[in-house]
């Protein structure tokens, strides 16, 4: 398996419904799952995956735990935007070496938080992207009504929504594989967005009875990620048939295989008014009444692409400074050397990239 199949391949890690070459593959691994009988509303019990850093849970609501890492400072908080999509929060705190709150932290930030976006009921099956922004702006406020912002591949188009639908509530907002402005360039994801038609994501909703369902998804997948694939994306530095690796191997598949499912309402309008129509770069995206437009965004603004990336082009998040007004919102870039999924996991780049995001952070305005 090539890099960029290795990186398809684990898509489903974000948006598992175009993790297929063809669509029409897709709608028959599903008719072959689950044609003739409902679907299966019962999750299969799992443990949840393990977080590697000590914490605790400081807020607790129905779409999402405030996880607290801090040490007990007065610093100013940053709060990780984990991506809301098939797998949860704990990409973020993967395992030894693997972890970017450990990486923050190794680089002197003091207070981080994590949004543990917690998987939707049937009830929440008419949740919005409105709803997410409001739990958002909901653990801002509980950590004093200001925070720094990371928003991450899924979590960072919304991070960047809220920056610019609360402008007084974020000091500094760095983007690390963020889908911004689909048209400025070419992903594998975004061509499979644009050239699916809608009609197959609504059909998606429907079978899973309002939600995307992960664990169904998961039963279609055709390939799995191999030894090789998941040691390159972890940048491990254990031979691929050593203990320490085997370990961390079986790691890696028990948090794939634990899921999260996504609010049908939620998941068609990220798939609709983002990906298909690109409202947030055209500046025609209503976020909670108003439309965002992203030249009134005012704070700092660091920009982490995947030089390698297939999933999210690097240009689609750095025609994000062409989209702010520079002389209010400054703006720095760098671009990693890995794959998608390497900015949040991959050992080297959290041990010599996300420490120059740190030190942007820590610096004052």
Known sequence: ??????????????????????????????????????????????????????????????AVRLRDFSNGSNAAPVLICAPFALHGATIVDFAPQHSLVAALQGAGIERVFV???????????????DDYLLTL????????????????CQGGWLALIYASRFPGKVRKLALAGAPIDIEAGKSKLSEMALETPMRFFNDLVELGQGRVLGRQLLQCWTEELDRAAIRDL?????????????????????????????????YLQAV???????????????????RINLSKLRCPLFLLAARDDVVVAPDQLFATE?????????VSK????????????????????????????QQPN
């Open 1 to 62: 398996m090539d890099p960029t199949d290795r990186q398809l391949a684990a898509l489903g890690l974000f948006w598992p419904a175009l993790a297929f070459e063809y669509a029409n593959e897709f709608a028959s691994a599903m008719t072959r799952q689950f044609a003739g009988r409902p679907a299966d509303n019962t999750r299969e019990t799992r443990a949840e995956p393990c977080w590697t850093n000590s914490n605790k849970v400081c807020l607790e609501l129905g």
């Open 115 to 129: 949004t543990d976006w917690r998987s939707a009921t049937p009830d929440m099956r008419f949740w919005s992207i």
């Open 137 to 152: 702006n909901l653990l801002v406020d509980e950590l004093g009504g200001a925070v720094q912002l990371v928003g991450l």
């Open 234 to 266: 972890l940048q491990s530095s254990h031979a691929s048939d050593s203990v320490p690796f085997c370990d961390l191997e079986m790691r890696f598949r028990d948090w794939h295989a634990c899921t999260l499912d996504l609010p049908g309402t939620y």
């Open 272 to 290: 609709e008014q983002l990906y298909k129509q690109n409202r947030l770069a055209r500046g025609s995206f209503v976020a909670l009444g108003r």
């Open 322 to 330: 062409r989209l702010v007004n520079g002389d209010c919102c400054t």
């Open 334 to 361: 760098a671009a990693a050397p890995c794959g998608h999924l390497g900015l949040f996991m991959g050992r080297e780049v959290l041990s010599t990239v996300w420490p120059d995001v740190a030190r942007w952070l």
